[in-house]
């Protein structure tokens, strides 16, 4: 198990992706901007028109269960670590009510809208590294180094 301790404070932001915007491309860019060190999605709601996902069954060696999907389809829950190695998990539905999910590769083309809260463990930073058993880069959370203001 990989744990920072007591926990952590919780800072707070709220963004809304706009129709045709790549949704993990505009939170990893969000991510960098405001120099998130341990970022999560806390929720979501929205539509895609289109999404490209790893299914359950993947592993390290057999990375190829991808599906790519066409919509128009609702956000019915994403959740995951945003740091620079994102580790995201999405279920849609589709016209009938139908749902899909997998792991995020990309591809998540907004549709009327995206709205997030988006939270982050000030006192964490939130790493990736390669773990034998898996075969994937899994988190590692650390406290935050300590920064000296009083120089």
Known sequence: MSSAGAGSALQVHAIRVRPGQELLGTLQAFVEVK?????FIVTCVGSL??????LANATATKTNEVVHLSGPFEI???VGTLNPDAHIHISLSDFEGKTVGGHVLGDLEVFTTAELVIGEAVDLEFTREMDEQTGFPELVVQPRPQTNQSA
């Open 49 to 54: 028109t289109k999404a490209t996902l790893r």
């Open 76 to 78: 019915v829950s994403l």
């Open 35 to 39: 120099r998130l060190r341990a970022p």
